[in-house]
């Protein structure tokens, strides 16, 4: 394995794609986030179709079961942020294996007849997944990773996720159609927890938290902090559309066919994975050129799928989408890593900030969802939300940069 990782290293350096050599740190989070994207990339489309079965083909119930999740997130992030001192973001990572293992485990056990049990549970998990993973993976990933090879790290991991997610798909819906969604979870389990094994060596890092519950809050609502706060609100808004409204669309339009549905999904994914490693190479050059460029023809992209009416138009606006967020979707983000490499001793406060901020817009956007079903079934209009909230973004995204806390 070392020998390998050695090897690939050379190949990047030799091909100049980064500057610096990578972190050793860095390599166990591209090790981690690999393996477990194999077993997510099984679940990223067809985990929202399974939850909306289960509730009876209700959208209203299935955003009601998001926005608990979100909720719930809100709740830790802002009362036990300061656990994680005491606990240490290596071991805090290592337990969101065990703990997204036991996720998928109760989604096996979930049935028409007992989720009024096992939902509340899964709503706990994953919540306590998302706080013990994404604060200490973000803190990590800005202290391995080096200003000039940033942009080229996020580039890395995305086109790693992508080439990841064209198997997942097809692989995805051939078991389900040939086993059930049984198997699928079985399978999932165990590959989540083989991504504990490279955080053997992942290094501890030393971050201790210095705000208290009336502290963040205090941050939250300050005037100094308000662009900062409706950035990362609108950020987690637009995240949720993808995350289940999209999927169940795609079912809905082509009739609960999961073959198909995981062959136009990893078929997507292929004509856009090779990009991610050419738009991290150009955005640490022409970062906000792309981010607004791609910002403008990534909210066509939601736009476009509002009238999404076929198969055929499934895979092409879905394909249009994905090839201008990779050119969007990469500076933006390293950008956000450069802004919480910039805050020093505070990047954990920082990282808690923005996740409270991401877990609050998918709350409102989940209740928004809520409140659209009263009124249409149509679940294709919501879209226009992306449109919108995406243009806002890339258009005041340099309000973000300065914004310390």
Not at 28 to 33: E, F, Q, S, T, W
Not at 129 to 152: C, E, Q, S, V
Not at 186 to 200: D, K, M, Q, V
């Amino acid at each position: 394995m070392e020998h390998f990782e050695l090897s690939q290293e050379k190949h990047f350096r030799k091909a100049h794609y980064f500057e610096e050599n990578l972190s050793a740190g860095f390599r166990c989070l591209i090790a981690n986030r690999a393996i477990t994207n194999i077993a997510t990339g099984l679940f990223s489309v067809f985990l929202p179709i399974f939850l909306y079965i289960t509730l009876g083909e209700n959208i209203r119930y299935l955003a009601l079961y998001y926005l608990a999740t979100y909720l719930s997130s809100l709740f830790l992030t802002s009362t036990i942020h300061k656990s994680l001192n005491k606990f240490g973001f290596k071991k805090a990572i290592g337990l969101s294996t065990l703990i997204g293992a036991f996720y998928y485990l109760a989604i096996f056990l979930l049935k028409a007849d007992n989720f009024l049990i096992i939902m509340p549970i899964m709503i706990f998990l994953i919540a306590f997944w998302r706080f013990l993973y994404w604060i200490p993976y973000n803190i990590d990933f800005a202290k391995f990773t080096t200003k000039k090879d940033r942009g080229k790290g996020v580039g890395l991991i995305e086109a790693i996720l992508s080439f990841v997610g064209i198997l997942t798909p097809i692989l995805a819906g051939f078991i389900i159609a040939k086993f059930g969604f049984n198997w699928l979870f079985l399978i999932g389990i165990l590959i989540f927890g083989l991504s504990y094994i490279p955080l053997a060596k992942l290094p501890q890092t030393k971050e201790r938290f210095s705000w208290n519950t009336g502290q963040f809050f205090k941050k939250i609502i300050a005037p100094k902090n308000r662009k900062l706060t409706y950035f990362f609100f609108l950020d987690g808004a637009e995240a949720i559309l993808a995350s289940f409204v999209w999927p169940v669309f795609i079912y809905k339009l082509l009739k609960g066919n999961y073959l198909e549905i995981g062959i136009i999904s990893s078929l997507v994914v292929l004509t856009t994975a090779f990009l991610q490693l050419v738009a991290g190479k150009i955005v640490d050059k022409k970062r906000g050129q792309m981010i607004k460029t791609g910002g403008f023809f990534y909210a066509l992209g939601w736009l476009l799928k509002v009238f999404t009416i076929t198969a055929f138009h499934v895979f092409i606006f879905d394909a249009f989408h994905r090839f201008m967020k990779v050119f969007y979707r990469i500076p933006l983000d390293t950008v956000i890593f450069e802004t919480a490499f910039q805050q020093k001793h505070f990047i954990d406060e920082f990282n808690v900030f923005r996740q409270f901020c991401l877990f609050l817009g998918g709350s409102v956007m989940a209740l928004l969802i809520i409140l659209i079903s009263f009124f249409t079934t149509s679940i294709n209009w919501i879209f226009l939300a992306g449109t919108i909230i995406v243009f806002l973004i890339s258009i005041f995204y340099k309000k973000i940069q300065d914004s310390l806390i």
